[in-house]
């Protein structure tokens, strides 16, 4: 879809409950179909779908909010299209609280997350996502979109973590010193990260939100080296064989180990960081 496309023709094309679909609002996808009985409000984008609940004005959920969310989708379905080759249709479900958002994705908690992605759907987390500018609620959305597409089964989180990451700043237009701001005062501080970032890294527990900022820039500058250094179709091409056949494989065909990935990544956040 062109740009010209998503920039002048977002349209909301339905704002209905989701209850009584009209000939300008098809039926809800499956994966979002009953969340709130007759409570849903649906907002269509140019390619996006996104659902809520009727609320009060100034609440989540609000019509204008999601109109804002579904025109941000759209840009972040170009985006993720772009990197992948493929067309993407954002499906996001807008909850009215942080608990809500976990209950829906199956989690226990998501706290310092601003959306997590589960079962071809994003869902915000209003609270966090609330709080971030205009940038970075781009950046989360097309991050959790990477997700949604890409798919993460049989990969280390710093791979897909830091390949949603990568699809995220794409065109951001952020400098790496600012996008990875907690990573760059540890590099300046003169510590550098010794290993790439393992599932502990990434736990949002909310006990420790600067490291698990600094797990994410790691992991994204791990990509971001890999597609520096060899293409963007190269590292993408690596995702796809990571995920048919395991990163050590993957790594191997550019004639990497996770070792020697992992010394090259260490000078690379010096280079970019310090």
Known sequence: MSRRAAIVSVLLLA????????PDSPVLPAEVRGLWGDGEVVVRGARSVVVGQHT??????????????????????QRVSAV??????????VPSSASEAA?????????GLA??????????????????NSIGKDVVLAHELTHVVAGTDRLPPW???????YV???????????????????????RLPGELPGPAAFAADGRDPVRLARAYQEAWLACRFLA?????????GLYRDARAGGVDRALAALGLSVATLTARWRDYVRDQLA
């Open 15 to 22: 704002l209905a409950p989701a209850s009584a679909p009209t």
């Open 56 to 77: 009060a004005p100034g609440e989540p959920g609000e019509s204008s909010e999601l109109g804002d969310i579904a025109r941000r989708a759209d840009r972040a379905g």
């Open 84 to 93: 992948l080759g493929r067309s993407v249709r954002p499906l996001v479900v």
């Open 103 to 111: 209950r829906l994705a199956g989690v226990g908690r998501v706290d």
């Open 115 to 132: 959306a997590v992605a589960d079962r071809g759907r994003v869902i915000i987390v209003p609270e966090f996502f609330a709080k971030l």
């Open 159 to 165: 791979l897909y973590e830091g390949f949603a990451d």
């Open 168 to 190: 995220g700043y794409r065109d951001s237009g952020l400098p790496v010193r600012t996008a990875a701001a907690e990573l760059a005062a540890e590099v300046r501080a003169g």
């Open 228 to 236: 520096d250094r060899f293409g963007e179709r190269t590292l993408v």
